[in-house]
Each structure stands twice: as structure tokens, then as C-alpha cells.
């Protein structure tokens, strides 16, 4: 267990459907990073919030968008989906800033049917 | 951009030492990590080179060449356990002074009896 909590674990919608996936960082960690793994495919960086601040981007599409609450939980806003959104989303944080060190949370797999 | 490349499938016997090679292409580089990925699993990190050199953690052992962007880590007295696939991560920056973690697309290693 890594300590990072993300829900729901699965979750099914249609196209166009918005919906919101969230995360809370192990504890004291004040960076949370977002990650997409489609199926057998590598992990893509979408972005990362440092203490509430966006800190670095990745290809993130303007449909997604993710936030970073005073708490440090965090939240991956994905709209108008798509059938290719469906894909596994990965929470990580860390304490550092910037760090290969990653703890990551179990995911939250997203279909779009 | 980055571009990692790693053999996409490696094989071994238990008990073997068997070796993942990394080689990237990337700017604004940082270190290189490596992440174990059990099947539905999440992202486990390994190690993280900085400097050039060997860095040993138990059977696993990761090493890094900055003049020739190159890594590999080392896996030893190989267990069943040990099937998963394997990422290596580089991290680089993104834009001032942040940086971000990309990943390769994983080499998936199977240990056989």
C-alpha cells in the first residue's frame, strides 16, 4: 500500500459524459501527479500541482483539466468523453518538488462506451 | 521531446540474472528511474540514478551513463514474483525550473521454471 488513495476504482460512462476522478496524496506529500496508461501502453503524463499551484504540464488535452484543493487531494476532470479516453488513471505523489521518485495509487480504470 | 527505448519483451529462468536496457533521447536531463508494474497492478518505484554509476538495492541494482544516455537495471537470483513489466522514467525538464517524470513504454519479463 503506498499510502496514495484514489476513487473510483472502476468506473463505466458514455461518449460525452464528463466525470471526475479523485486522489489524496500519502501523507505530508505536497506534490500530486496525473498519469493515463492506455491498454498496454506506457504511462503518459498529463500534469503535476505542487501545493495547490500547477507545476508541470504533459499532453494533457483541453478537455481534461485537474485541480489541487488546500488539503492537497486532488481532482482529474475528464469532459465530453471520448471512446479513446478509456485507459487506466494513475494518482502519484511525492514530497519533493522534483523527484524520480514517485508513490503511486492503484488507479482508477475509466471506460467509455 | 523525450523518446526512451527498451526491448518490449525480455525472458528468464529462475534464478537467472537478466538485464533491461534503457536508452533515451531527451534535453533538460535530470536522472533516470525505473518502476515494476505487476499486471493490473499499480507502479512501484525502483531506483533512481542522478550521477553515472552502479546504485545496488538487494537484487535489483540500476545503472546510469550520462555520456551515453544510457541505463539499464540489473535484476538477480530471479523469482517467480519478479514477472512484470518493467519502466524506465527519465526525468527532464519541462518548463522554468520544473521538471517531469516520462516514462518508456515498459519491457514486460517473464520468469520461467
Known amino acids: 500500500d503506498s499510502g496514495v488513495t484514489q476513487t473510483p476504482k472502476h468506473l463505466i460512462t458514455a461518449t460525452g459524459q464528463r466525470v471526475t476522478l479523485r486522489c489524496s496524496p500519502r501523507s505530508g506529500d505536497l506534490s500530486v501527479y496525473w498519469y493515463q496508461q492506455s491498454l498496454d501502453q506506457g504511462l503518459q503524463f498529463l500534469i503535476q500541482?505542487?501545493?495547490?499551484?500547477?507545476?508541470a504540464k504533459g499532453n494533457i488535452l483541453e478537455r481534461f483539466s485537474a485541480q489541487q484543493f488546500p488539503d492537497l487531494h486532488s481532482e482529474l476532470n475528464l469532459s465530453s468523453l471520448e471512446l479513446g479516453d478509456s485507459a487506466l488513471y494513475f494518482c502519484?505523489?511525492?514530497?519533493?518538488?522534483?523527484?524520480?521518485?514517485?508513490?503511486f495509487g492503484e488507479g482508477s480504470r475509466l471506460t467509455v462506451l | 521531446g523525450q523518446s526512451l527505448e527498451q526491448p518490449s519483451e525480455v525472458t528468464a529462468v529462475e534464478g537467472a540474472i537478466v538485464q533491461i536496457n534503457c536508452t533515451y533521447q531527451?534535453?533538460?536531463?535530470?536522472?533516470l528511474s525505473w518502476y515494476q508494474q505487476h499486471d493490473g497492478g499499480a507502479p512501484t518505484f525502483l531506483s533512481y540514478?542522478?550521477?553515472?554509476g552502479l546504485e545496488e538495492t538487494g537484487r535489483f541494482s540500476s545503472f546510469l551513463s550520462r555520456s551515453d544516455s544510457y541505463g539499464y537495471l540489473l535484476l538477480q537470483e530471479l523469482q517467480m514474483k519478479d514477472s512484470a513489466s518493467y519502466f524506465c522514467?527519465?526525468?527532464?525538464?519541462?518548463?522554468?525550473?520544473?521538471?517531469?517524470?516520462?516514462f518508456g513504454t515498459g519491457t514486460r519479463l517473464q520468469v520461467t521454471l
Open positions: 522514467a527519465v526525468r527532464v525538464l519541462n518548463t522554468g525550473t520544473a521538471s517531469k517524470l516520462t
Open positions: 531527451t534535453s533538460g536531463f535530470y536522472g
Open positions: 502519484a505523489s511525492s514530497v519533493a518538488r522534483a523527484t524520480g521518485e514517485l508513490f
Open positions: 540514478n542522478a550521477l553515472d
Open positions: 500541482y505542487y501545493n495547490g499551484e500547477e507545476r
